[in-house]
């Protein structure tokens, strides 16, 4: 199968048209709008299309997000501010550009406030915490230049608690290793510029992800998904050990994964969703790059640390910051 | 987000049936959606806006804005004590189950069962939840949540009393024997079975309990746990669990510091031996070595100091495990 890029771009274009507004699902999709916006752009991005979005319209939409109570964004408008659609919003405000229409202290405040004692985060002021959500917080900070010695060294400390004996790690102390929580764990390592507390034993653990018909799965004995074509393989590409999986394997995985009418499904034949589409693609353009230096797909290549285009990433001022 | 659902194919005359059905449905959910805006930002708190809360969140129990603002109301409604905050979060905890069984996989719903377990504080039935995980994990035995809430369980469980605590940790180090008994691919409870094993072995040294022969000591508890590894081998050779586990225990600090050298060397040895011979049942019955066989030698070698031994076995991983070709070859090029 060949990658089906303009039926993708037509999917993305057309998840907010008003033929899908006429589906009730549609609506009771509203508390993903910010991150599912972000997918479909960075499904654009991936595929060189971002102009097929009418840029302006949004800005205006993420802008019209902010929850003025918190400080944060929300998934849509009169939403709660929470940190993942916060990371969304200042994700795509970044791809487009348009991060000075920000108002940058206050969501620095609206995620520093989240993180607790212990060195995790909320999501929001009703208390649940995860790894996800740290990695969340060092994102955003590190996108708007607000990191801070203390706030980065307990993020460490607790991130280093939810090791398991595999060298992977869990959502929170005691938790089962899981390929999503790996990605938040070694990105928020890279983000802190501490790559040297990854475990020896983590690539192998990544590398055993793969298996028989080349999909990833997120942990031993389960079924493989075709979003770990991002979760797992941006390790790798962080931990430089991309060529300790089947690349070509994993790219077949990916492609069969598509459907005829755009868009990708977590495995071959079934519903295809934005998220899906957006981790498989991210993922292909990896092995694009690894394997065919970038030339076997019309695609731009994707930092592995942010899921961001290198050409938003590459102003991001590394941490330590020099004073 | 879809998981594991297969994709529907709609005939035109299907189609157009959905749109003509979810217009009324649509028009429905944004009237009270609306509604609920609009009562929240007016700052009113009644019980009749709790029920319009619980119909959205019966339609849609993601949108956690929601569960925000009913948290919020059930808060208001409590400190100005026009509802009685045990009976109505009781009454909650049983309007959470009817959606729990419906989406077991939605992180607010979870969430919010925890909020109300908290306020109940010391009235909050935490051996009824032990029971409504158990049978979740009954159901769907690798849930995630379900083991997260179960840890968390657990902890709410535990006292400053150490025999009560040595006694709970125990149930729970047996839950994990009953699971892994029943399907020895339920990594999740290898998983919570190597973080209970210390813990109860602390206990037990610490109370000097006298009880549980299996915990006396570490090398008992040892090889007690490869004698489960190795029958599970032979059950069902590839499952990557058990070679998970095995590693660990092969390796890791809590068994080894106690060990002497040589009954370190002696156990590792062993080992080497069934594993050598499961492979050459393997090779016997279907014409190749076994990865995992390989994988583990690997390892052993390796805690024995044996790297002569390590480098044709990585030559032999690389022809019978291509996907991982490029491991093997760059542990190679590391002698």
Known sequence: MTLLSKKHIDYVVNLNSEMSKQSYEHWLSEHLRMNGLYWGIMTLVTLKSLDSLPRQSIIDFVLSCVDKRSGGFGAYPQHDGHILSTLSAVQILSILGALDELDKESVIKFTKNLQLPNGSFQGDSFGETDTRFVYTALSILSILEGLEEELVNKSLDYLKQCENFDGAYGMRPGAESHGAQVFTVIASFAICNRLDLVNDKLSSWLSERQVKNGGLNGRPEKLPDVCYSWWILSPLAILKKLKWIDLSKLEQFILDCQDDEGGVSDRKGNQTDVYHTCFSLTGLSIINDELYEGNKYDMDSIDPVYCMPYSATKTFKPWPYKS | ?335
């Open chain 2, 1 to 335: 987000m879809w998981h594991n659902v297969k994709k529907q194919t709609l005939s035109s005359e299907a189609r157009l049936a959905k749109i003509e059905r979810d217009k009324e449905k649509i028009h429905s959910y944004n009237k009270l959606k609306d509604e609920i805006f609009k009562i929240r930002n007016e700052g009113s708190h009644t019980v009749e806006f709790l029920n319009k809360l619980t119909d959205l969140l019966g339609l849609n129990p993601e949108f956690y804005t929601i569960w925000n603002i009913r948290r919020e109301t059930l808060s208001s409604l409590f400190h100005q004590h026009q509802l009685d905050s045990q009976s109505t979060l009781e009454d909650e905890l049983k309007f959470v189950m009817v959606l729990m069984k419906r989406y077991p996989k939605c992180y607010w719903i979870w969430n919010h069962r925890l909020w109300c377990l908290f306020q109940l504080g010391k009235d909050a039935n935490w051996e009824f939840e032990l029971g409504i995980v158990s049978k979740l994990l009954s159901m769907d035995e690798r849930n995630f949540h379900g083991w997260q809430y179960r840890r968390v369980v657990i902890e709410n469980l535990e006292t400053h009393d150490d025999l009560e605590n040595l006694k709970i940790n125990l149930q729970e180090f047996k839950f994990t024997s009953s699971k892994v008994n029943s399907n020895i691919s339920n990594f999740s409870a290898w998983h919570n079975r190597s973080k209970l094993i210390p813990k109860v072995y602390h206990l037990v040294g610490k109370l000097n309990y006298q009880d549980e022969p299996l915990f006396q000591s570490k090398e008992s508890l040892l090889l007690h746990e490869l004698t489960l590894v190795n029958t599970g081998m032979y059950v069902d050779i590839d499952d990557s669990s058990i070679w998970v586990y095995l590693e660990w225990l092969l390796s890791d600090c809590f068994f080894i510091d106690e060990l002497s050298n040589d009954k370190y060397h002696d156990i590792l040895n062993d080992q080497l031996k069934i594993i050598n011979e499961l492979n050459d049942l393997e090779i016997t019955d279907n014409g190749k070595d076994n990865c995992w066989c390989l994988k583990a030698m690997i390892i052993i070698n390796e805690l024995l100091d044996n790297r002569s031994a390590v480098r044709p076995l990585l030559e032999k991983l690389i022809d019978i495990d291509p996907l991982r070709r490029g491991r093997y070859i760059d542990q190679l090029d590391s002698f």
